[in-house]
């Protein structure tokens, strides 16, 4: 039997296209959502569109691979996913910022000003 790939016979093509739908749904509604405009990498409905291809083909290649060569390797599999758990990577997200709340606030313009020479309201 070949253990990198048992065929497409037992592949359900129903999800396949179901997936394309929503990828194609998606991308459009983004797309829309972010104003239109000219087609390029930088408009999110084309990110969009981009990283649902780039799934779909990790979704072909994960399907044509026999599940049961992973059981061999799932302690392997197992002990990846704890050390990556363990240890964070904050490369991506920074250090943790104050919410918008804590921010300071800017200084109005009257502020600073002597409070006798502002008028006063009833």
């Known amino acids: 039997m070949n253990r990198l790939g048992r065929g497409w016979k037992d592949f359900d093509f129903y999800i396949l296209i179901t997936t394309l739908v929503l990828m194609g749904f998606s991308a459009v509604t983004i797309y829309s959502a972010d104003g239109g405009g000219p087609l390029t990498p930088s408009n999110l409905g084309v990110r969009q569109a981009l990283y649902g291809s780039l799934g779909l083909v990790l979704m072909l290649i994960v399907a ?6 992973l059981g061999s390797l799932a302690w392997a599999i197992y002990g990846a996913a704890m050390i990556a758990l363990t240890c964070p990577d904050d490369r991506h997200t920074g250090p943790l910022r104050p919410r918008a709340s804590h921010r300071p606030r800017p200084a109005l313009a009257h502020e600073g000003h002597d409070p006798a020479n502002c008028p006063r309201s009833l």
Do not use: L
């Open 64 to 69: 044509s691979i026999d599940y049961r060569i």
